[in-house]
């Protein structure tokens, strides 16, 4: 992955606020979903499993709407973290390779942004 693709030019948004945005797409539709329940829209055909395997998919939608919410607000939460530190000063400029996260202090975009971005493909 090349940190080029994280670069922002004027009226186009860069990759960390993509993500930002897919993540809080996610978070809206998890919080708005209604709760699955097997009344609601039943349970889906099972597969042929066993019965054991048909209660982890019964316990997965039970699950699935707060599980997925949860782990949206963990993005969010990590975003909010690993963000480009703000240059200022004399390394500022349009020319500046030496940005940096304001979390990990790693180059920018540091490790956790790049994993995460992974979520865009
Ligand atoms: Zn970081």
């Not at 920018?108 to 790049?114: A, F, G, N, S, Y």
Request: glycine fraction near 8%; proline fraction near 7%.
């Amino acid at each position: 992955m090349s940190a080029d693709m994280f670069a922002s030019t004027p009226g186009q948004l860069d990759e960390h606020e993509r993500l930002r945005m897919y993540v809080e797409g996610v978070l809206e539709r998890a919080d708005r979903a209604v709760p699955w329940g097997p009344e609601t829209v039943g349970v889906p055909a099972s597969a042929g499993g066993s019965a054991l395997m048909r209660l982890n998919d019964v316990a997965f939608y039970a699950n699935a709407r707060q599980e997925v919410s949860a782990f949206a607000a963990l993005c969010l939460n990590l975003l909010a973290l690993h963000r480009p530190r703000d240059a200022g000063g004399v390394s500022s400029g349009p020319a500046c390779a030496l940005r940096r996260c304001n979390c990990c202090m790693l180059r920018w975009p540091c490790p956790t942004v790049q994993e995460m971005t992974g979520l865009l493909k």
